[in-house]
């Protein structure tokens, strides 16, 4: 007959409900997973399948679960997970900034649709950069390697009562400047060729102060700035890419400099 003691419940406890919490509050804030469209379930079935995977590579912790050590622990994973999923959703809001930058300058600020992405109204032509970096990110297997990215970090950042480091936070945090640097990289080359497009409507109205330029320069300024998103996809898929790789080697760094402290 089998006997169970408190002692081995507690220990396949903790085996598997700290990481399930660490992958759980990953898929929770990360690209895609963390999308409104996807089912709390689901993303817990995920999580779920992930941790019986990975819980029996790793070494149990030796803490109680049920206790006050247990519980800084699981504030630790919960910290991990979301910071995982955070540094890599920047990159993917950066590019709906700057399709609303963008937007704003040729003259689609009015153009707004639902994200179902985020249950909120963006910009169409931010919309349009979220599809596509959404379809490229799946074609290169991010998923995948998010998931990779976080299995390691059971390595070389195992559970335990010490999480992330005082210099990991601050990485983080510096690393949110991407927003706003990516942005600019998106939207900087269309919003510099409208602006030259705008400069020549000024010439024309000093030339022809009769000429209405609402009736004239508001088409000619949206076909000009639909030409330049159309001549730009590929540029944006670079950038994309290049983001999302410094975006993993930020990550590897913070689990790493997170570890050594």
Do not use: K
Request: charged letters at 5%.
């Amino acid at each position: 007959m089998l006997h169970l003691t408190t002692g081995q419940l507690e220990t396949w406890l903790a085996q598997y409900i700290w990481p399930f919490i660490r992958i759980g509050a990953c898929f929770m804030a990360a690209p895609i997973f963390g999308a409104r469209f996807v089912p709390a379930r689901m993303r817990l079935m995920l999580a779920g399948a992930v941790t019986l995977i990975v819980a029996p590579l790793i070494p149990p912790p030796q803490v109680t679960t049920f206790s006050a050590a247990g519980l800084v622990v699981t504030v630790h994973q919960v910290i991990i997970g979301v910071a995982v999923g955070f540094a890599l959703q920047l990159i993917f809001d950066a590019l709906a900034m700057g399709g609303q930058l963008l937007s704003n300058t040729m003259g689609l600020s009015f153009a707004f649709n639902v994200d179902p992405l985020r249950g909120a109204s963006t910009p169409v032509l931010g919309q349009l950069y979220m599809i596509l970096v959404t379809l490229t990110f799946l074609s290169l297997n991010g998923h995948l390697i998010m998931i990779e990215v976080l299995v390691q970090g059971f390595t070389t950042l195992p559970i335990g009562t010490t999480g992330l480091g005082a210099n990991a936070i601050w990485a983080l945090v510096a690393w949110g400047n991407q927003l706003f640097a990516g942005a600019l990289a998106v939207a900087l080359p269309g919003m510099t060729a409208l602006l030259v497009v705008n400069l020549g409507f000024g010439v024309m109205s000093r030339a022809a102060p009769t000429l209405n330029l609402f009736a004239v320069g508001f088409p000619v300024t949206l076909i000009f700035g639909l030409v330049i998103v159309y001549a730009g996809l590929p540029s944006v898929q670079v950038a994309f890419v290049d983001s999302l790789e410094t975006a993993l080697d930020v990550l590897s760094d913070l689990m790493t400099a997170s570890s050594v402290q």
